[in-house]
């Protein structure tokens, strides 16, 4: 059975953060999606569900930093 896509991101995801730590990681996905909100290819609902996203992101890492 091949691997389903979303595994690859999962153990892509999973290494960054063993590497780097998971508030680097979370920082990393948050400007992952803050870059793409800003693709002018994107639809303005697209880029602004994006955009929504990176910034609940930028709460969990400010979450993490106060454990």
Do not use: V, W
Not at 17 to 34: D, M
Not at 43 to 55: G, M, P, Q, R
């Amino acid at each position: 059975m091949p691997e389903e896509p979303y595994e690859r991101y999962i153990a892509a995801f999973r290494t960054l953060i063993e590497n780097h730590g998971s508030q680097n990681a979370i920082y990393a996905l948050e400007q992952a999606f803050r870059l793409e909100s800003e693709d002018p290819s994107h639809t303005a609902s697209e880029n602004k569900t994006l955009c929504a996203i990176a910034d609940e992101l930028e709460k969990l890492y400010y979450g993490i930093e106060k454990l």
